[in-house]
């Protein structure tokens, strides 16, 4: 069963840095492209970014070009999330997603970062 | 980047109505439509994918249609079960866009 767990988020004042991890299991985690979605309160689900399945290729949202970084390291099957200079409006639950021949069919259940002082 | 304009945005219906939910896109994406299904609390579910291929494991009344700008999510009949969340994905393009979600309740 395909599973992916998120983890680290949290409560961070402005201008501070926070990393998100996923676990991933139940399939073979370097076969696959994956990525992070988010959904702020009350909004619509925007994409964050994409990795390569060796992860040598990004891509990031206008949104959080230059302040987040997608990685992975594939021996522990865990795509990571890191975000530094952390504004207001990064305010939102943070899914990992896989992304396949189907992009994002399968999702975690999503971890809440909020950002306020 | 695409727009996706999903509707209604809230929905409610009796058990065994035909539903209906519509997204539409500001410029041709061709098949490249995911559904998805989403309960309160839980992780996001793929339904349907490129506009009408039925995800392995759904109960075969969800059902998709549409190509170009215009698709249609259809549940023939409705279970209690199916209250959740549901949005629609472009990935034609990048950056990939979301439609903006219909809250689906029971009446």
């Known amino acids: 069963e395909v599973q992916l767990v998120e983890s680290g988020g949290g409560l961070v004042q402005p201008g501070r840095s926070l990393k998100l991890s996923c676990a991933a299991s139940g399939f073979t985690f370097s076969d696959y492209n994956m990525a992070w979605v988010r959904q702020a309160p009350t909004k619509g689900l925007e994409w964050v970014a994409s990795?390569?399945?060796?992860?040598?290729?990004?891509h990031y949202g206008d949104s959080v070009k230059g302040r987040f970084t997608i990685s992975r390291d594939n021996a522990k099957s865990t795509l990571y999330l890191q975000m530094d200079s952390l504004r207001s409006e990064d305010t939102a639950t943070y899914y990992c997603?896989?992304?396949?021949?189907?992009?994002?069919?399968?999702w975690g259940q999503g971890v809440m970062v909020t950002v306020s002082s | 980047d695409i727009q996706m304009t999903q509707s209604p945005s809230f929905l409610s219906a009796s058990v065994g109505d035909r539903v209906t939910i519509n997204c539409k896109a500001s410029?041709?994406?061709?098949?490249?439509l995911n559904w998805y299904q989403q309960k309160l609390g839980e992780a996001p579910k793929l339904l349907i994918y490129n506009a009408n291929s039925l995800q392995t494991g759904i109960p075969s009344r969800f059902s998709g249609s549409g190509s170009g700008t215009d698709f249609t999510l259809t549940i023939s009949s409705l279970q209690p079960e199916d209250v959740a969340t549901y949005f629609c994905?472009?990935?034609?393009?990048?950056?990939?866009?979301f439609g903006g979600g219909t809250k689906l309740e029971l009446k």
């Open positions: 990795i390569s399945y060796g992860g040598s290729n990004t």
């Open positions: 997603a896989r992304v396949g021949g189907i992009p994002f069919d399968y």
């Open positions: 410029q041709n994406i061709n098949r490249y």
């Open positions: 994905l472009q990935h034609n393009s990048w950056p990939w866009t």
